[in-house]
């Protein structure tokens, strides 16, 4: 195997752009070690990255004011996430959003606004750490997500009924096939043997593991492409990851992108922008020491550049892929609430704010929580 040449942004990032590479199963994580899709060392990471700020945030929130004659705070370690996890629906009408702590609008939980603005609407329940993996499914009906028992979880967006996929847990990830008959997500090593990628049939209850070639297919962040013909994934193993697609019958794997020894990727995404002609994948680098790039591959594999901004974890694109829905400060108080933007506005000349957090009133929706002074 021959890596493509690659240009000095991918090289100083760790990556190899790899032309026909031929695919182990070893190099997906082997079926004797689901481990292999979730190193110590990732778990570590996400204690710290993001265990401690909420912890953090929890403790902090209580000191922050809304009020615009009263002190700021100062020397705060972590900025309180209020609003995070969001998606934005496939004809663009919605964005759908966590709220950590309960609030004006409602208590903590799943809300859905429009992207032009107005007041929140709350659906499901929720709390500073949960749902998680917000997804609409392709007729914007229903939305999945992971709940506090890490179970597939589906909500409607009209009434709020909730429901739950009958499918052992832990579930993380999940991704609707465009024709709506299909779910695909992560399942972590417990029970081992069902580790792995899987699809999920809702309307059959069929559940099954992705395989190819015979061996299990790990990885994380699994999600369709527009036309239902590919599931983009980050592979590897505890040293090294990689963008691959697979057919979701288990043929036609293919590895896009490798990376260096302990250089990682992160929070995968399609990314459709037919105004540039763009389809392809944008992925997070973890770079040791330094932050790392937000990157760009095309679907067909090549075109591996740096993109045109860098997005943190919860940032998500518009349907026509000319806007993002991102976490920033509110400018009042620094609680990172939602914003919208124009994808390639890096003067944030575009940005506006989308949400805003103030406090329930006193005897609020769970008791009396954190009251105006």
């Given at each position: 195997?021959?890596?493509?040449?690659?240009?000095?942004?991918?090289?100083?990032?760790?990556?190899?752009l790899?032309?026909?590479?031929?695919v182990?199963?070893?190099?997906?994580?082997?079926?004797?070690h689901?481990?292999?899709s979730?190193?110590?060392?990732r778990?570590?990471?996400?204690?710290?990255?993001?265990?401690?700020?909420?912890?953090?945030?929890?403790?902090?929130?209580?000191?922050?004011?809304?009020?615009?004659?009263?002190?700021?705070?100062?020397?705060?370690?972590?900025?309180?996430?209020?609003d995070?996890?969001?998606?934005?629906?496939h004809?663009?009408?919605?964005?759908?959003?966590?709220r950590?702590?309960?609030?004006?609008d409602?208590?903590?939980?799943?809300?859905v606004?429009?992207?032009?603005?107005g007041?929140?609407?709350?659906?499901?329940?929720?709390?500073?750490?949960?749902?998680v993996?917000?997804?609409?499914?392709?007729?914007?009906?229903?939305?999945?997500?992971?709940?506090?028992?890490?179970?597939?979880?589906?909500?409607?967006?009209?009434?709020?009924?909730?429901s739950?996929?009958?499918?052992?847990?832990?579930?993380r990830?999940?991704?609707?096939?465009?024709?709506?008959?299909?779910?695909?997500?992560?399942?972590?090593?417990?029970?081992?043997?069902?580790?792995?990628?899987?699809?999920?049939?809702?309307?059959?209850?069929?559940?099954?593991?992705l395989?190819?070639?015979?061996?299990r297919?790990?990885g994380?962040?699994?999600?369709?492409?527009?036309?239902?013909?590919?599931?983009?994934f980050?592979?590897?193993?505890?040293?090294?990851?990689?963008?691959?697609?697979?057919?979701?019958?288990?043929?036609?794997?293919?590895?896009?992108?490798?990376?260096?020894?302990l250089?990682?990727?992160?929070?995968l995404?399609?990314?459709?922008?037919?105004?540039?002609?763009?389809?392809?994948?944008?992925f997070e680098v973890?770079?040791?020491?330094r932050?790392?790039?937000?990157?760009?591959?095309?679907?067909?594999?090549?075109?591996?550049?740096?993109?045109?901004?860098?997005?943190?974890?919860?940032?998500?694109?518009s349907p026509?892929g000319?806007?993002?829905?991102?976490?920033?400060?509110d400018?009042?108080?620094?609680?990172?609430?939602?914003?919208?933007?124009?994808?390639?506005?890096?003067s944030?000349?575009t940005?506006?704010?989308?949400?805003?957090?103030?406090?329930?009133?006193q005897g609020?929706?769970?008791?009396?929580?954190?009251?105006?002074?």
């Amino acid at each position: 195997m021959q890596p493509c040449r690659a240009t000095p942004c991918t090289a100083a990032a760790g990556l190899h752009l790899d032309c026909d590479h031929p695919v182990s199963g070893q190099e997906f994580g082997h079926a004797d070690h689901p481990a292999h899709s979730l190193s110590s060392r990732r778990k570590a990471r996400w204690f710290v990255k993001t265990g401690l700020p909420c912890i953090g945030a929890a403790a902090l929130l209580a000191a922050c004011s809304k009020h615009p004659t009263e002190p700021r705070p100062v020397g705060v370690l972590f900025v309180p996430t209020m609003d995070s996890q969001q998606a934005w629906s496939h004809d663009g009408a919605l964005i759908a959003f966590r709220r950590s702590f309960d609030s004006s609008d409602g208590p903590a939980g799943v809300y859905v606004i429009s992207p032009s603005g107005g007041r929140p609407r709350f659906i499901a329940p929720g709390s500073v750490f949960w749902p998680v993996d917000l997804s609409f499914s392709p007729d914007d009906r229903t939305i999945t997500m992971v709940d506090d028992q890490s179970r597939l979880t589906f909500v409607d967006v009209a009434t709020g009924t909730l429901s739950h996929a009958p499918i052992p847990t832990p579930v993380r990830f999940p991704d609707w096939a465009p024709d709506g008959t299909t779910i695909v997500y992560q399942r972590l090593g417990f029970p081992a043997e069902s580790a792995g990628i899987r699809l999920y049939e809702p309307s059959s209850g069929l559940d099954r593991q992705l395989r190819h070639k015979g061996t299990r297919v790990f990885g994380r962040f699994p999600c369709w492409s527009r036309d239902g013909t590919e599931i983009a994934f980050i592979g590897g193993d505890s040293l090294t990851t990689n963008i691959s697609t697979i057919r979701p019958d288990g043929s036609t794997l293919r590895m896009l992108v490798r990376s260096d020894e302990l250089v990682f990727f992160n929070h995968l995404q399609w990314f459709h922008r037919a105004s540039m002609g763009m389809v392809g994948l944008v992925f997070e680098v973890e770079v040791p020491r330094r932050p790392g790039p937000t990157m760009f591959v095309s679907r067909d594999g090549a075109g591996l550049r740096e993109f045109a901004r860098r997005l943190l974890p919860h940032d998500t694109f518009s349907p026509d892929g000319e806007a993002v829905v991102l976490n920033a400060a509110d400018p009042t108080d620094s609680l990172e609430v939602l914003f919208v933007e124009r994808i390639d506005d890096i003067s944030r000349a575009t940005r506006w704010q989308l949400t805003s957090w103030d406090p329930p009133l006193q005897g609020g929706t769970q008791g009396q929580v954190w009251p105006r002074r």
